[in-house]
């Protein structure tokens, strides 16, 4: 899993796929989720690094 960090929130995702443009996300049923410009994207973390990093990432 991965999650978008966004200026507006998060969006979670099983996988994604990188655009010229930015990143398209997919739930785990492979259906396309949203399509966030590279200009709007702040981070794209997998679950791992979001739950295990005690920093703050926002």
Do not use: K, W
Not at 6 to 19: A, F, K, S, T
Not at 25 to 36: C, G, I, K, S, W
């Amino acid at each position: 899993m991965y999650r978008a960090i966004l200026p507006e929130g998060q969006v979670v995702c099983e996988r994604y796929e990188r655009d010229e443009n930015g990143v398209e996300l997919y739930d785990d049923d492979d259906r396309f989720v949203a399509f966030v410009p590279y200009a709007s994207l702040h981070a794209l973390l997998d679950e791992e690094t979001y739950e295990s990093d005690e920093r703050s990432i926002m």
